[in-house]
């Protein structure tokens, strides 16, 4: 949606009446931003902005700056809370993540009698930003994110119209803090079905000197089957770990890494030191089940109580186990999928206008036209390409009487012979 002008908002708001000096309410509206306490490398971390207003308001703009070298922006949602609920004339949200900027502008009506409105209220939700946690962040300094006049582009104030004339608006800026609690979080990327030594980094952050940890994960069998652990390349590694012990059931969903940095003389006292950022402990690697179809969702979690006898997550600080505060994994997998060889169009009949699909596909005489979702489908007598053969296969099958394609056939199923063609469905 484009922008408008600087001036836009006063412009309309103002144009069928003499122009107004700004008004002093009894109480003037607040345009506040939330706080969040986080833990280094948190990702997705919601901050609401929201209104107070003792009177209906009839437009509100939003100007908030950020450092964007401490934190990372997503989004800025302005189509939840109380904006979703109206009818508009006009909303737009922008962000710039380069110059850590973003804004937010909402007309709910822009001429006399001014009868929409955004209703009266305290902590009236007007949008939500979205950040990452993954700067420098330092525990014990918080993060400002502040309401500025004068960011984006046009430049925005912030500012409150109550029946189409400006008040004086107070502002509460937020920030982002640092958890000073320990925090022990697992992180992974989305995999795939079949897929060898897929990796679960353990991150951790310590709030002190550690002299040791137990991590324990749950995992779905039926899944995951777990085939490693390593230090390898971490931080433990660095410091010297002296004593790692490893323990795993596949059977029951669960394996377990217990480490002690210093158990050997000459008792050298090595620490994992307390750095104020995230670091990464040890890597966990799974096999991924190669039957798995669709797209399943799994979680991989920091569970408490596995083992025999039972081992919890624990971290070792001054001598004592201290649990930290525990993240666990979401992980999505892409597994095999379900068609039916020959069925073009993806509607598991077979038909002429499948052989003319796949025509169109093999020699793209139509560049615009749409994109089969399952090339592999077009694969007729399954030779793992696509070419003339295969609609020529297909047209024998439905009217002279030929073979019929290859399997999966007559029924959709997964390839009984894999190749480099893709299905997605």
């Known amino acids: 949606m484009p922008r408008f002008t600087p001036n836009f908002l006063t412009i309309v708001l103002m144009a069928t009446s003499v122009a107004m000096p700004t008004l002093t309410s009894a109480q003037q509206p607040l345009l506040s931003v939330g706080s969040a306490v986080v833990y280094p490398g948190q990702l997705g971390v919601p901050i609401e902005v929201s209104l107070d207003s003792l009177d209906d308001v009839s437009a509100v703009e939003v100007g908030i700056a950020y450092d964007p070298d401490r934190l990372t922006i997503q989004a800025f949602h302005g189509d939840s809370g109380v904006l979703a609920t109206l009818p508009l004339e006009f909303l737009d949200t922008d962000i710039d993540p380069q110059e850590g900027e973003a804004t937010l502008l909402a007309i709910a009506d822009s001429s006399p009698p001014f009868s929409n409105s955004i209703p009266a209220g305290d902590g009236l939700l007007l ?77 951790a952050y310590n709030s002190a000197p550690l002299q040791g940890f137990s991590v324990v994960i749950s995992f779905d069998p039926e899944l995951l089957e777990f085939a490693s652990a390593t230090i390898s390349g971490t931080i433990t590694e660095v410091v010297g770990a002296e004593f790692i012990e490893e323990i795993s059931n596949n059977d029951a969903g669960y394996a377990i890494l217990g480490c002690l940095l210093d158990v050997l003389p000459p008792y050298d006292g090595q620490v994992i030191p307390s750095t104020g950022l995230e670091l990464e402990f040890l890597r966990f690697f799974f096999d991924i089940n190669p039957a798995v179809l669709g797209s399943p969702v799994t979680t991989i979690d920091l569970t408490d109580g596995l083992g025999d006898p039972p081992i919890s997550n624990v971290f070792v600080i001054a001598n004592q186990s201290v649990t930290p505060l525990m993240v666990g994994a979401v992980l999505v997998i892409t597994g095999e999928a379900f068609f039916l060889r020959g069925d073009a169009d993806g509607n598991e009949f077979l038909d002429l206008a499948d052989a003319v699909i796949n025509l169109i596909w093999m020699t793209n005489i139509c560049p615009s036209c749409p994109v089969p979702l399952c090339p592999k489908a077009l694969d007729v007598n399954d030779d793992g390409r696509i070419d003339l053969g295969d609609p020529v296969r297909l047209l024998n099958y439905l009217y002279l009487d030929g073979p019929p394609p290859e399997a999966p056939f007559p029924f959709p199923g997964p390839d009984p012979t894999p190749d480099d063609l893709e299905c997605n469905y």
Not at 136 to 153: F, K, Q, R, S
Not at 167 to 195: K, R
């Open 127 to 203: 949008g939500t930003l979205v950040f990452d946690a993954d700067g420098w962040l330092v525990p014990g300094i918080p993060e400002a994110i502040t309401l500025t006049d004068g960011v984006g582009e046009p430049p925005a104030i912030n500012r409150v119209y109550v029946n189409g004339q400006e008040v004086e608006t107070l502002t509460q800026d937020g920030t982002i803090s640092i958890t000073t609690e320990n925090v022990l979080a697992l992180e992974t990327e989305n995999g795939v079905a079949g897929e060898i030594d897929h990796e679960v980094k353990v991150l």
